[in-house]
């Protein structure tokens, strides 16, 4: 019986690598004729490629799926901070940010909130006092709560 069960897993497991082989060898051949179908620019070593889903939209309509290597800040590609992976949609300093929520960078370029407030919406409020913005952005006391140490109706 233990000999039978060692004989059908040794069966089992070869099984099993065959298929995983097969599996393996056809997905290469599958990826080498994708490859074979897409066409990249002569000079390729100038450029860097994204991957499909951080593809952006230009402004004509079509893709921005190569940007030119070396210089890859948003100040010469602004187009780059509209990727899905990017910071935000804006271009401050040559870096990408969201001006909505960058303290460095509350409303436009440069303007910086205090130590202790922080960028809602695109403005400095102080989340411990601020009954509009209590503890976190959008965070609303009701009418009759004061916002204290970031909590409404705090005592």
Known sequence: MAMKLLTLLSILS???SIVA??????KTKENSAVESHIRLPENQENYISLPVSEETASSDGGSDFMLPRGRETCREFPQMCRRRQSPGPDCCGGKC??????RFNCGRCGCKCKHNEICCGGH????????????SCAKHCKKWETCVYGMCSYA
């Open 97 to 102: 940010t969201d001006v909505r929520k960058d």
């Open 14 to 16: 070869i099984t099993i």
């Open 21 to 26: 082989a097969q599996s393996t060898a056809d």
């Open 124 to 135: 400095c409020v102080n989340p411990l006092f601020d009954p509009h913005h209590c503890g």
